[in-house]
């Protein structure tokens, strides 16, 4: 950075030199910038400059944004917003642009009267993409002219040009850079993660038309997301495999004290409760107070529309809980806030207590009135909850006969559980394995200090097609439910009684055993979340082949490395005998071939379960486990061929 350091030393501008280093900063410790150089921040670069655009669209300047991913894994973006400025800026002296892109956060400096919605999260600015790709260009169309710059590893190569004229009515911005090898793990972006990030700005940013193009070979494909109904979109596409109890998506559109609040909303006949939260444009994993107005609004309004109902008159006591009401239900809040806090371990709760009032009364004031004016919808809904309520009813009293028993109780813990010697959650890892005979295997290799053992036998009930009480009713998933010790849903949930802070799946590597593995990450999905969030969950790497010659034994995670296993042992001649030999179960592991290679911390490989997009989430395990059978078949039949390891 060269060219800015001349400029910052004449200025004696301690602040300039302070942030000039933090450009360095940038490519010294990336990961502080945008999270991690592994495939995450490589797609955060992209989110980072479309966030750009999305601004100008927020501030009403931009309607359409072009992401393309070149053949070589290079990335455009263009937009038809104002254009970054290009007038030289009055104390830094350097042009606008030059400022966005080399110095850190300098976006907001000369931009002081926008509302700026986006950011936060990975509001880090264009520079830090600028600073962690090998090549930048940028083409600004403003006022009339085309101007250009270009940049290598965040220092500037080119100084502005002007290009030509172009018509005055013509602007807007694109930005070409190519992620740096030096910099990440992964260069290769992966087009799903892409659009569907993608898609869900278009849903969340109403009218805004956003395109996506492959120009990979053997890859080429291009998508245009752009929903006129805003979140009434999203909402559909979520219920898109579910039969939906009403046509209608309830949505409204307002702005309270300043903060805008868009919600939309329906029923299915499933049992789960699918609810996404946004606070400008950033996916709000953990809730927060918009969250908390919305589901107390609802509620409180859903109660009151009973107290009038003629249900409510055979039944004066009945109150329908939280769970109750959103049992099959929908929804989308977006809230746009001009100085969020974002709180919690991932800096995804909302913490301004004024947002959880004004989305409260909004609410009360739209949904009671909607009702009202829809009474029948209102009638669908109130039926809807009071079937939940009875089916909670029945399961708290299947819940309170056997607690007496203790099953849901960890003061007596299940039988089948080999539990660990030490107790502080942070040590103590749990693993499920698959079958009696595995279970024995892991018992006997186990390091017993921290290392639980529970076998499974059998499948494990399908959550996704099940009601809260035949859940708790299934033997194998109270089991699980008792030994993890956390307690389940949302009312019963709490984090700090986990009694292990790693809860290991460890199946077969056959059909059997990713069909159980599904299974178990669709219920902690759907009924634990707060594990998989809490990143507690992980899934064990068992070898697929033993190599062997002689006494001296190997273990092969994949064919490419049994290959090379087998080669080297082999020698040169390649005549020497080399014995091949494909686990099918676990069970086929004697207890210290399974700690040797599956279990013992210091050599295995364990896979955290995390899920970065929610959105994708939910629709794969709807489409894997829901009711519907005709998206599961597409599904199989497009995804097919990337199985490798398919074992009938
Ligand atoms: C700073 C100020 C203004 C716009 C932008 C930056 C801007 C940045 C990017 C990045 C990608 N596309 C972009 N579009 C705009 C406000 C400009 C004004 O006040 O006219």
Redesign the pocket.
Known sequence: MAKTNDAAESHYDASGIQVLKGLEAVRKRPGMYIGSTSSRGLHHLVYE?VD??ID?ALAGYCDSVSVTIHADNSIT?V?N?????VDMHPTEKLP?VEL?LTVLHA?GK??KN?YKVSGGLHGVG?SVVNALSENLKVWIKRDGKEHYMDFVRGDTTTQLTMLGKVKEKDTG?K?WFKPDHEIFTELNYDYPTLASRLRELSFLNKGVRISLKDEREGEEKEETFHAKGGLREFVQFLNASRKVLHNEILYADAERDGIGIEIALQYNDGYNETMFSFVNNINTHEGGTHLTGFKSALTSVINKHLDKSSAAKKDKELRLSGDDVREGLTAVLSVKVKEPQFEGPTKTKLGNSEVESAVKTFVNEWLAEYLEEHPRVGNIVIEKALAAARAREAARKARDLTRKKSALDVGNLPGKLADCSLSDPALCELYLVEGDSAGGSAKQGRDRMFQAILPLRGKILNVERARIDKILSNEEIRTIITAIGSGIGEEDFSIEQARYHKIIIMTDADVDGAHIRTLLLTFFFRQMPQLIESGFIYIAQPPLYRVARGKEEYYAFDEAQREEISGRLGGADGKTNVNIQRYKGLGEMNPEQLWKTTMDPATRTILKVNVEDATLAHQLFETLMGDEVEPRRAFIEANAKFVSNLDI
Do not use: L, Q
């Open positions: 400059v750009n655009s100008e973006v937009d917003g104002r254009g970054i400025p606008g966005a976006g000369f931009d926008s264009v911005t930005v």
